[in-house]
């Protein structure tokens, strides 16, 4: 199936921990997001890739660190969790130019306890 | 700043009737998209609008955009309960590849 698809779908870790959400689509676009949701709905953009290169670095902690291997993959890596970063972490693609918008993959639900 | 505002933020209607979400934005953009989301699910783009006084279609919904007056409409016909769900607008901050948000707006329609 052609998709944006993200693992793990469900994440329950503790304070102080390290994690990594995985994200890969095969829809051929060049440019990856990550977006945050909170409990409220609200999305935020946290950071994008076109081609692997970094395009967009909004105000996040530094504990945020993604990494593009390749065009097609978009990880976000996060130390030392804290309470607040608990969300749903959107991993989204798009082609350039926007005519078709973005395709957003399952969702991560992150929650640290 | 490019702000986006959704009206209303939560809206409960009877299976039947019509009503419309508005969208208004702050900046000028010529291009806004609608995105739905279930609970629990991921968000699906549902009409991608392009240039001033775009209309699209599809099924019960029908999506304006009117770029002079910074406002985008989504319309629902005859809504019925599989249409709830949350509802957002994202405007394209001139091609620096990012969409600014709206809030959402929860739609619930009861039997």
């Known amino acids: 199936d052609t998709a944006v698809s993200q693992t793990p779908k469900y994440l329950v870790t503790q304070m102080g921990n390290d994690k990594s959400i995985k994200c890969e689509q095969n829809?051929?676009?060049?440019?990856m997001y990550w977006y945050k949701q909170d409990s409220k709905k609200f999305l935020k953009i946290m950071f994008s890739?076109?081609?692997?290169?970094?395009?967009i670095n909004e105000t996040v902690p530094n504990r945020f660190s993604p990494k593009s291997p390749d065009k097609a993959h978009l990880n976000l890596h996060i130390n030392s969790l804290e309470l607040g970063d608990s969300a749903v972490y959107f991993c989204?693609?798009?082609?350039?130019?926007?005519?078709?918008?973005?395709?957003f993959g399952s969702g991560t639900r992150l929650t640290v306890v | 700043e490019l702000k986006v505002e959704q009206n209303p933020l939560f809206l409960s209607m009877q299976e039947g009737k019509n009503y419309t979400i508005y969208c208004n934005y702050s900046?000028?953009?010529?291009?806004l998209y609608w995105y739905r989301q279930d609970p629990g699910k991921s968000l699906e783009s549902l009409f991608v609008l392009l240039s001033n006084g775009a209309v699209k279609q599809e099924g019960r919904l029908m999506a304006s955009l009117d770029t002079k007056a910074r406002l985008s409409t989504l319309h629902i016909t005859a809504a019925v309960h599989d249409l709830s769900a949350t509802y957002f607008c994202?405007?394209?901050?001139?091609?620096?590849?990012?969409?600014?948000w709206g809030a959402g707006t929860k739609l619930i329609i009861k039997p």
């Open positions: 989204a693609s798009s082609l350039p130019g926007f005519n078709y918008g973005y395709t």
């Open positions: 994202a405007v394209d901050l001139d091609s620096n590849y990012q969409l600014i």
């Open positions: 900046t000028t953009s010529d291009r």
């Open positions: 829809l051929g676009h060049d440019t």
């Open positions: 890739y076109n081609n692997k290169e970094l395009i």
